[in-house]
């Protein structure tokens, strides 16, 4: 069994930045990929960026040259600086999972960010 838990959400004025973060934990597994996504109302969820197990990134247009995401051992962070109004969405990590070699697919429970004066 694996445990996703996200933290770093809230409420930030339009200019700030926040970091967020998916720490994976539970059985033993390998990760094969590590994304982050994020949802409003009424629309589908898009993804915000991606990195493969070899370090390949790959970014939405809307958040190029102000998100960053890294990778610390078990632990996905998104990094959000000159945030948008636009930006206020559900976030939710997702990882690709090898565990007992099978892949599977696992998701976070999301975390609010609002970007508002």
């Known amino acids: 069994q694996v445990q996703l838990v996200e933290s770093g ?11 967020l973060s998916c720490a994976a934990s539970g059985s033993s597994f390998s990760i094969n990929g590590m994304h982050w996504y994020r949802q409003t109302p009424g629309k589908q969820r898009e ?16 958040v190029k040259g102000r998100f960053t995401i ?14 948008k109004p636009e930006d206020t969405a559900v976030y939710y990590c997702n990882l690709d999972l090898i565990v007992a070699g099978w892949a599977n697919e696992y998701w976070g429970q999301g975390t609010q960010v609002t970007v508002s004066s």
């Open 9 to 19: 959400g809230g409420l930030v004025q339009p200019g700030g930045s926040l970091r």
């Open 47 to 62: 993804l915000v960026v991606g990195i493969t197990s070899g370090g390949r990134t790959n970014y939405a247009d809307s």
């Open 70 to 83: 890294s990778r610390v051992k078990n632990t996905v962070y998104l990094q959000m600086n000159s945030l």
